[in-house]
């Protein structure tokens, strides 16, 4: 089963996948989809408040957030990374829990990168916001690092996020039944 969407004046055609017994996502990857991640890129860019900084969640934002940069010529982003690395200074940590991850997971952020952030506008960039729950880990790390996150960001609000007024969207992607048929929001 798949789902068409438009997004950014690029058309797709997304398998369905299913996460329950009666629930199915669209997987929206743009990994590899250079046209898209640049298309979404810079129609993101035109919504934008003012900010310093770029945060993004590991890892299917990482394009996006690296195109955005390029594009704006900041040239320069930060990561929200899934696992502590060897090579990060005095790395902290906060939960978080997806739609598309099993369980809880740790979201680790590097000291050097956290003091950039400190008394700075952060922009928290994903490629899909769907419970939030991502984003939410992301906005704790730029507070532990004392930014103020000015703007959340994504190409796509799924389910229920669509209804959300606190994210700059492209556009939606529902949720659907175990049939691969729309399901209506709460």
């Known amino acids: 089963m798949t789902y068409t969407i438009q997004v950014a004046g690029v058309e797709r055609e997304l398998n ?24 979404c890129a810079g129609a993101l860019l035109k919504k934008l408040p003012e900010y310093d900084y770029m945060l ?10 690296h195109e955005m940069a390029r594009q704006s010529g900041r040239n320069e982003y930060m990561l929200a990374r899934k ?3 060897a090579y990060m200074s005095n790395p902290f940590s906060v939960e978080d829990k997806s ?3 099993a369980g809880t997971q ?3 952020m590097d000291g050097n990168d956290a003091a950039k952030l400190k008394g700075k506008r ?6 899909v916001i769907s419970t939030g729950g991502s984003i939410s880990a992301v906005e704790k790390l730029v507070e532990k690092a ?3 996150v000015v703007g959340r960001v994504a190409i796509l609000a799924e389910g229920n996020a669509a209804k959300r007024d606190d994210i700059i969207v492209l556009g939606a992607l529902p949720l659907f039944d175990a049939q691969g048929q729309p399901l209506p929001l709460d």
């Open 16 to 39: 369905l996948f299913p996460i329950s017994d009666e629930k199915m996502i669209a997987g929206f990857v743009i990994f590899g989809d250079v046209e898209l991640t640049c298309a």
């Open 106 to 108: 740790s979201l680790f």
């Open 56 to 65: 993004a969640p590991e890892a299917k934002a990482i394009p996006l957030v």
């Open 99 to 101: 739609i598309t991850t």
């Open 83 to 85: 696992s502590r690395k």
């Open 122 to 127: 952060v922009l928290v960039v994903d490629d």
């Open 146 to 148: 004392g930014g103020t």
